[in-house]
């Protein structure tokens, strides 16, 4: 697709449960971000890739997440044992270079009952 | 601690007149600041790009500032349209190999 992918675009779990979250990027983007965003309050930077390394993990609030990208183009963000306070829209972005536009996809709604 | 404040309270304009949004940022020293507009449910879409050394940029109906000593961006948007409305985000950039960081948005409504 022309755009950055994100799946599922909605998830339902329980506290406790592992959860995986997916973003295709816009192929030839060597940037990719994420970013957690609850209603009312902008993007929450959480991690930054430079190819397939991370470059930027700063804002991962705790072990329990964790993000991969093996070959520089797909990225996973995988929360462990998730707790009720996890639940936002987890933004996942893309740019040509690290000081371009971020190209964001619509999102994967996550909701820990 | 790096903070970016915006305008906190939704901005409510008359169709036609021109809007300011505001994007202040403490504790940190950007090499670039971005706007960036975000409609419900949608990811932001970029606007926007303004570096260090330049004061001011243009694009149609947009005009974005920028001053380094009063750590302050500005973003206008002239003769102002119900199509406007939406939430306006700025964010800020060190450098090339690091995180880029958002305000929390300022909601803007554009009434006919």
């Known amino acids: 697709g022309a755009g950055v992918s994100q799946t599922p675009s909605n998830k339902v779990t329980e506290k406790g449960k592992y959860v995986e979250l997916r973003c295709d990027p816009i192929s030839g983007h060597t940037a990719l971000y994420w970013y957690r965003q609850s209603l009312g309050q902008g993007p929450e930077f959480l991690i930054y890739f430079q190819g397939t390394g991370a470059a930027d993990d700063s804002g991962l609030p705790n072990d329990r997440f964790f993000a991969v990208r093996p070959e520089g183009s797909v990225s996973t963000l995988k929360i462990q044992r998730t707790e009720r306070g996890d639940s936002a829209v987890y933004l996942c972005?893309?740019?040509?270079?690290?000081?371009?536009?971020?190209?964001f996809g619509e999102g994967s709604r996550l909701t820990v009952l | 601690s790096q903070k970016i404040e915006q305008n906190s309270e939704a901005l409510n304009i008359q169709e036609g007149k021109t809007a300011t949004l505001t994007c202040n940022y403490t504790?940190?020293?950007?090499?670039?600041l971005q706007w960036y507009r975000q409609d419900p449910g949608r990811g932001p879409v970029f606007l926007l790009l303004?570096?260090?050394?330049?004061k001011e940029k243009r694009k149609e109906r947009l005009k974005v500032t920028f001053d380094t000593t009063l750590k302050q961006s500005l973003f206008h948007i002239t003769a102002s349209q119900p199509a406007d409305s939406a939430t306006y985000l700025c964010?800020?950039?060190?450098?090339?190999?690091?995180?880029?960081?958002f305000g929390s948005g300022t909601r803007l409504s554009i009434r006919p």
């Open positions: 972005a893309s740019s040509l270079e690290p000081t371009g536009e971020l190209f």
């Open positions: 964010a800020l950039g060190h450098s090339s190999a690091s995180k880029i960081i």
């Open positions: 504790n940190y020293s950007p090499a670039y």
């Open positions: 303004i570096r260090e050394n330049e």
